[in-house]
T-cell receptor, first 116, second 112 residues
Framework: GAGVSQTPSNKVTEKGKYVELRCDPI?????LYWYRQSLGQGPEFLIY????????DSGLPNDRFFAVRPEGSVSTLKIQRTERGDSAVYLC??????????????FGPGTRLTVL | DQQVKQNSPSLSVQEGRISILNCDYT??????FLWYKKYPAEGPTFLIS?????DKNEDGRFTVFLNKSAKHLSLHIVPSQPGDSAVYFC???????????FGTGTRLTIIP
């Protein structure tokens, strides 16, 4: 079956511009996650959705970052007034959303964002 | 602060030998640990996990060991194969929280 897909695969923008990054989770997965990976670092948690609602957004760095998942499937990460420090690979993951704490997160290939 | 640490940025191992990747954590609330493998231009792929109630979990060539008192876990790959060459990330979470905390990764190179 299809895995997690993310579009675009690469995005180059100028400082100050607005960008949207899209994630299509695995069909049937109710939980969706966004992570950010900077060069030489591991993925860093941004936000987690259970269904349509953001269950944990504690990783969003500031109010320029916002994410939505209006129908409980596709999610969009939105970044306003981009800064050069936002340059990173943005990873999306999804999971079944089952309880018990051992839900496996399956990652997409990521969107490489470059802010010039 | 780095709650999950992988102190070896890289490791080279001869094909057929054992690869041992190490990971340390500082947060005693972590009770579930995972290893992910990442190839270039791909997302991380889940490899194996272990709950804090166990000290070992095995899946084919991959075994994860957990030493709770030392807050240390390791991934053993035996025998190592060329396709194992990738970056390996250790990750941790606690059952009440879905977010994963990752280490910085170890690049494993298997030498034919």
């Amino acid at each position: 079956g299809a895995g997690v897909s993310q579009t675009p695969s690469n995005k180059v923008t100028e400082k100050g511009k607005y960008v949207e990054l899209r994630c299509d989770p695995i069909s049937g997965h109710t939980a969706l996650y966004w992570y950010r990976q900077s060069l030489g670092q591991g993925p860093e948690f941004l936000i987690y959705f259970q269904g349509t609602g953001a269950a944990d957004d504690s990783g969003l760095p500031n109010d320029r970052f916002f994410a939505v998942r209006p129908e409980g499937s596709v999610s969009t990460l939105k970044i306003q007034r981009t800064e050069r420090g936002d340059s990173a690979v943005y990873l999306c993951a999804s999971s079944l959303g089952s309880s018990g704490g051992t839900d496996t997160q399956y990652f997409g290939p990521g969107t490489r964002l470059t802010v010039l | 602060d780095q709650q999950v640490k992988q102190n070896s940025p890289s490791l080279s191992v001869q094909e057929g030998r054992i690869s041992i990747l190490n990971c340390d954590y500082t947060n005693s609330m972590f009770d579930y640990f995972l290893w992910y493998k990442k190839y270039p231009a791909e997302g991380p792929t889940f490899l194996i996990s272990i709950s804090s109630i166990k000290d070992k979990n095995e899946d084919g060539r991959f075994t994860v060991f957990l030493n709770k008192s030392a807050k240390h876990l390791s991934l053993h790959i035996v025998p190592s194969q060329p396709g194992d060459s990738a970056v390996y990330f250790c990750a941790a979470k606690n059952f009440g929280n879905e977010k994963l905390t990752f280490g910085t990764g170890t690049r494993l190179t298997i030498i034919p």
